[in-house]
């Protein structure tokens, strides 16, 4: 009507919360036509009316040891779960907003703010721990024991005292955290640390009662690899015997050793006795007629392997019309053994005579296959 003036409405930031039902009701109307993707602008329009609503509900929890920053944050997170999920037939939305909001603020302190994780069953008997005995100080003037809380909580002690232990995990202290005074030491420096010297004393000492029942040879092998960390081969210039059977022997005893260790008595040593040494590599060269047969015995190792070597090569720089290998007293090969059969056998394709493998133990037979040297019957 003219002449007649008309109060303006006032923003969102000066309206209180008599406004915020009927700003959801007039949101609800404003979208029921809207197809879903015009829904945006009204929902915005009502989040925004409704911060400062989310504002008040967050600074009641301020001071308990989480920024007020954080908390308006999931205050607002809260707000707007609370604007989507609103339906007018269901009540009042200041209600349904707030009951929404301040669950989410408590969500975020059972969730967000612990130290270490503790089950969320000795969470929430924490917290009612913690009322109980506000409320049983202030009524016997002292602090209650542990079964007066059982008693009121109807709780068992146990479960009591685990809650009270299990409290010190929401702000744990830091291992950074200096000690106190003029020291540089920090709290970390305090906490001891697990000891593997001490764990393994046990086996130690079963050890060293084990390696006395050993044979005297095997036991100062034993000492000489392990604690001099001397190698195999400086351990067989020592006494005198090939570096195959150092690493026979070794095999040997390590055996045992693990076998006694798992044992509740230590297996016998073979009556004590010690193995005899294997016969060193026997290399002869032989003409029969235009082919030449090269024999091997015994154990082919580093020493023999050299031998082995220059008798093939020798084999092959004659032209025969075959070189035969004669493995049938071969007991075994080593690294340094299989190389030399095949420098012989690069050395004859190279020359174009053939070389043939032959009478070869099964033992030695796959050690050959392993190294791709097929062996004829």
Request: aromatic letters at 6%; a negative charge.
């Amino acid at each position: 009507m003219f002449g007649q003036t008309t109060t303006p409405t006032p923003p969102p930031t000066e309206r209180g919360l008599e406004d915020l039902d009927a700003a959801a009701l007039a949101y609800a109307a404003r979208i029921a036509g809207l197809p879903p993707e015009r829904r945006q602008e009204a929902r915005d329009d009502l989040v925004r009316f409704a911060l400062p609503f989310a504002g008040r509900l967050a600074r009641r929890y301020r001071g308990r040891g989480e920024p007020l920053e954080d908390l308006e944050q999931v205050a607002r997170l809260g707000l707007v779960n609370a604007v989507d999920r609103y339906d007018p037939e269901r009540g009042s939305f200041t209600a349904y907003a707030a009951i929404t909001i301040v669950g989410e603020i408590k969500r975020h302190f059972r969730d967000r703010t612990w130290g270490v994780h503790v089950p969320r069953r000795l969470r929430d008997l924490i917290l009612e721990v913690g009322q109980a005995t506000a409320a049983l100080t202030s009524e016997l003037s002292r602090a209650p024991t542990v079964a007066e809380l059982a008693e009121r909580l109807e709780t068992p002690e146990e479960e009591i005292l685990a809650a009270l232990e299990s409290a010190a995990g929401y702000s744990p202290a830091s291992l950074n955290a200096p000690v106190g005074g003029e020291s540089s030491a920090e709290f970390g420096d305090l906490v001891g640390e697990s000891d593997n010297a001490l764990e393994s004393v046990d086996d130690r000492v079963t050890v060293s009662g084990l390696l006395h029942r050993l044979p005297w040879r095997e036991r100062r092998i034993l000492a000489m690899r392990f604690y001099g960390n001397q190698t195999q081969a400086e351990i067989a210039a020592r006494f005198g015997i090939s570096q195959m059977h150092v690493s026979r022997l070794l095999s040997r005893a390590l055996t045992w050793l693990r076998q006694a260790m798992l044992a509740d008595a230590p297996p016998p040593w073979q009556n004590g006795a010690a193995e005899s040494e294997p016969a060193r590599a026997r290399i002869s060269v032989k003409q029969n007629g235009d082919r030449v047969v090269v024999e091997v015995g015994g154990e082919v190792d580093r020493d023999g392997a050299d031998q082995l070597r220059r008798a093939m090569l020798e084999a092959v720089t004659g032209q025969p019309r075959e070189v035969v290998v004669d493995l049938v007293g071969a007991g075994g090969f080593d690294a340094g053994g299989i190389a030399a059969l095949m420098a012989g056998r690069d050395a004859a394709a190279r020359t174009g005579v053939p070389l043939r493998l032959t009478r070869v133990q099964p033992a030695v037979r796959r050690s050959l296959a392993a190294a791709g040297l097929p062996a004829a019957d």
